[in-house]
């Protein structure tokens, strides 16, 4: 008995292993999927959509509407998350890659912000960094993080990626923004 317990445990641990050594990772084109949806704080006024507020590492309030004009990369994130650290390097550099190009990228993070701008420091990000006290990953939805949005010129989310990105994914959904 203990034996068919064992080899039960076994083969549903071999079933779900490839999918959480994968990342649980999906894209998704949600274009029209946000459009009857609030996803953030939008603008009642019919400008930027899916606005919203935080501060920075600074203690700067920066909204997305700041942004206005540009594409924005939007990932929801942590420091002590392993997918999430593995996909940073590649970040920085696409940032630096695309940033005159009208591309900016925006990290949130609703952990303490010593710990973030510890972090920060240490992986050398150079992309702003928000930290979120006004529940913003449960206004958009995050339920498991890295989740990446791209956000068009009007705020307009184009695709939503949960998991990690790699560079040639995370470039591919800039290129198709511009």
Do not use: H
């Amino acid at each position: 008995m203990k034996i068919r317990i064992l080899i039960a445990a076994l083969l549903s641990a071999a079933a779900v292993l490839p999918a959480l050594l994968a990342g649980c990772t999906y894209v998704e084109d949600v274009k029209d999927l946000y459009q009857e949806e609030d996803a953030g704080q939008a603008d009642a006024g019919g400008g930027y959509k899916n606005d919203f507020t935080l501060k920075d590492l600074e203690g700067r309030q920066v909204s997305l509407s700041d942004f206005s004009g540009d594409i924005i990369v939007l990932n929801f994130w942590a420091t002590w998350c392993p997918p999430c650290r593995a996909e940073i390097p590649d970040f920085i550099e696409v940032y630096g890659a695309y940033r005159d190009r009208g591309v900016q990228f925006l990290g949130v993070s609703n952990e303490e912000a010593g710990v973030i701008r510890d972090f920060v420091s240490q992986y050398g990000i150079d992309y702003t960094i928000l930290v979120d006290r006004s529940d913003i990953f449960t206004e958009w939805g995050i339920r498991s993080i890295p989740t990446t949005f791209i956000l068009g010129p009007d705020g307009e989310i184009l695709s939503k990626n949960v998991g990690m990105l790699s560079r040639s994914q995370l470039e591919a959904a800039i290129e198709d923004a511009l």
